[in-house]
């Protein structure tokens, strides 16, 4: 009796119809080639209502560009990201893609051509390759997940385990940062336009935390290179960026090449100050 009672929120949900979002198709261009703008965009989460969590920020981002955005914990940084993904709508202003509002494109499609790994990505109890073929639309060879593998620089710890690419992904078997390029290599799978990664807070092996920084490089040097987007938390990254933006309070306070922003002495002149000490 009492699964009766749970029953019935379960099929309530079930019979709930898609977001409009969903439904209504917007514009697909024929090509994606990841400019990418935040005019003068504000927002605040619904569940908070008028604390603003971005603030009338201008960002202009260029095709295959390599863009950093670091902070304090709090300064907006996923906000950026969840706006991109259009997980939510800004309250004020608009993001534009290639010059068109993220609004007017098909949300379908725009995700199709956006790679995201997020801090702790999922992994299933299935095989490596189903894991790095997941959600993929495009037609892809066993190839292409070596390719894929290899630029996440998964494919020799791969090698390594008991059934190489069959093998089943159990939670033991795999270390946090191994577990982030499997990730990374799906994402890269998709051939992405553009690539956003959440780089991991949490202390990755030494190893992994290398890796991580190469398959920046790599992106950056592959020839079909995409705009890539790193939140990043460690040094090692934000340096291989051709842009760092920094945020803080929800606004852009400041942007540009590493060498120019410790010059600066300003917020990441400190940041970066307060990531030696730690390791000092
Ligand atoms: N789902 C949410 N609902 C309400 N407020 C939120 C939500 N997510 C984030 N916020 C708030 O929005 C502001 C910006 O948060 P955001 O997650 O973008 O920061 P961040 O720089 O990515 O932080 P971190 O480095 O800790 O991930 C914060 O004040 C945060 O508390």
């Known amino acids: 009796m009492q699964s009766t009672g749970a029953s019935?929120?379960?099929?309530?949900m079930m019979d709930l119809?898609?977001?409009?979002?969903?439904?209504?198709?917007?514009?697909?261009?024929?090509?994606?080639?990841?400019?990418?703008?935040?005019?003068?965009?504000?927002?605040?989460?619904?569940?908070?209502?008028?604390?603003?969590?971005?603030?009338?920020?201008?960002?202009l981002l260029h095709p295959k560009e390599v863009v950093a955005i670091v902070g304090l914990s709090g300064s907006g940084k996923s906000t950026l990201v969840n706006l991109l993904l259009r997980l939510y709508e800004p309250t004020d202003g608009q993001i534009l893609m290639d010059g068109f509002p993220l609004r007017d494109l098909d949300v379908k499609w725009l995700r199709e051509r956006i790679g995201f790994v997020g801090q702790e990505p999922r992994l299933f109890r299935k095989d490596i390759v189903s894991n790095i073929t997941y959600g993929c639309t495009r037609k892809i060879t066993h190839d292409d997940v070596i390719w894929a593998a290899k630029q996440a620089f998964a494919h020799d710890f791969i090698l390594s385990l008991p059934n190489g690419y069959n093998t089943l992904v159990d939670n033991a078997l795999l270390s946090g940062g191994q577990k982030q390029r499997i990730?990374?290599?799906?994402?890269?799978?998709?051939?992405?336009?553009?690539?956003?990664?959440?780089e991991a807070t949490s202390a990755l092996d030494a190893e992994s935390e290398h890796y991580v920084k190469e398959v920046i490089h790599a992106v950056q040097d592959d020839v079909?290179?995409?705009?890539?987007?790193?939140?990043?938390?460690?040094?090692?990254?934000?340096?291989?960026?051709?842009?760092?933006?920094?945020?803080?309070?929800?606004?852009?306070?400041?942007?540009?090449?590493?060498?120019?922003l410790i010059h600066?002495?300003?917020?990441?002149?400190r940041l970066i100050k307060r990531q030696m000490d730690a390791f000092a």
Request: net charge positive; charged share 25%.
């Open 8 to 12: 019935e929120k379960v099929f309530q």
């Open 183 to 198: 990730a990374i290599a799906r994402a890269i799978l998709k051939d992405p336009d553009i690539l956003i990664l959440d």
């Open 17 to 59: 119809s898609p977001t409009k979002q969903s439904l209504v198709e917007g514009l697909k261009l024929p090509k994606l080639m990841g400019q990418i703008e935040f005019a003068n965009v504000s927002f605040y989460y619904p569940s908070r209502n008028m604390v603003h969590a971005i603030r009338e920020v201008n960002l």
């Open 224 to 260: 079909k290179s995409r705009t890539v987007i790193v939140i990043a938390h460690r040094l090692s990254t934000i340096r291989g960026a051709d842009r760092i933006i920094v945020m803080d309070g929800g606004r852009v306070a400041e942007m540009g090449g590493h060498s120019d």
């Open 264 to 269: 600066k002495d300003g917020l990441y002149a």
